[in-house]
């Protein structure tokens, strides 16, 4: 199945939690912290402006971003999760 957004969504894949701390402690399911970055799978054509013209998306495909703990809608396609955001919830884009 493939996804596609519409206007300035960002669909993006999470990534894991940590299984373990810095000290080697493996954790329970129930002491992971959501994560809160992500690699970018799709971005729509942007926002629909006043003028007619369509606002350029800030972040592209294979971007690795970081978005707040609750934000976006969390789906699941073909037994995946994914998380479809707006770009104004996209907090920053990691550079390597």
Request: proline residues 5%; glycine residues 12%.
């Amino acid at each position: 199945m493939k996804l596609k957004p519409l206007d300035d969504r960002i669909v993006v894949k999470p990534q894991e939690a940590e299984e373990k701390t810095a000290g080697g402690i493996v954790l329970p399911d129930t002491a992971k912290e959501k994560p809160l970055m992500g690699k970018v799978i799709a971005v729509g054509p942007g926002k629909m402006q006043d003028n007619g013209k369509r606002a350029e998306v800030s972040v592209k495909k294979n971007d690795i971003v970081l978005f707040g703990k609750y934000g976006g809608s969390n789906i699941k396609l073909d037994g995946v999760e994914y998380k479809i955001l707006s770009e104004s919830e996209i907090l920053g884009i990691i550079e390597k």
